[in-house]
DNA sequence: GGGAGTCATTGACAAGCATCGATGAGGGTG
DNA sequence: CACCCTCATCGATGCTTGTCAATGACTCCC
């Protein structure tokens, strides 16, 4: 690719544009940097999941603590699988759990909850 | 599947209940039903990867429309998986395309995605 | 028409993710 | 102690998703 001639150039004026050449914006890199970006698909792949959705529905609506046994009711998965969701949860910092006896309970973090959905919403915001 | 004889449930029943006064809650179903919580979900992994959030929000930020030559400079993916997203992203209805010439320019459809952000807004509003 | 460029699609492959049976850890009960 | 219960983890399996080289459709320019 070398050098374009003059003609070539006025071409390009009237056209708006050659081919081969980039087209519009040399400066086209997102404003989100790679690292931005993936913190957010982060905090959305968590929930982006009907599972993990209801089982924080229910959480939440159950102002308190629920045994893993109820929440396996709650929803159309077996008990491995709600488990498996359950840590994807625990490690996002939405959820928190305490050993009973035979049983587990888990409840909502509400600060770390509440602190996911202010950057969900900040990132929103972005799409304004 | 078979059933359980009456006896055997009641076995059944009283044993759990005997195992502690917190488990087993019987009202305990998702108010969010399987299909809202699937509709909430879609809607959050249209987003939920790193790209289609960059070209979206180049995309945005160019009021205009954008040729694919320049997002394929903006995300770190080759021209086959760019295309691949773009796809994704019309699909879901939040960008349109149209031919010109050699060239395709997406540009974003204003009122879908103003309603994707109403509608992920209101998911988020249950986590309150 | 020939050549070069843009972009979509195809096809192959890998990586990630969801699911569940089996098993294990650990506590309660008789 | 022997047994049963709850829940976590492991391991295998199938499905989905992301990625890119190769190819194809199409357009523009000479």
Redesign the pocket.
């Known amino acids: 690719m070398g050098f374009m001639s003059s003609s070539a150039v006025q ?1 390009r004026t009237s ?1 708006q544009r050659a ?3 980039r ?1 519009c914006d040399r400066d086209l890199r997102s404003s989100l940097s790679a690292a931005e970006a993936r913190a957010i698909t982060r905090d959305l ?1 968590v929930l982006a ?1 009907p ?1 993990r959705l209801q089982l924080l529905e229910v959480l939440l609506r159950k102002q308190g603590r629920v ?3 109820d929440l ?1 009711a709650a929803v159309p ?12 949860l625990r490690e996002a910092g939405l959820v928190g ?1 305490e050993r009973e ?4 309970f888990y409840f909502v973090r509400r600060e770390a909850l509440e602190a996911w959905r202010s950057r969900v919403a900040a990132a929103l915001r972005w799409f304004e």
């Open positions: 071409d056209r081919r081969g050449e087209c792949e999941h599972v045994c893993v046994c396996e998965v077996k008990q491995p699988t709600v488990s498996h969701h359950l840590k994807l759990s006896g035979v049983w587990a």
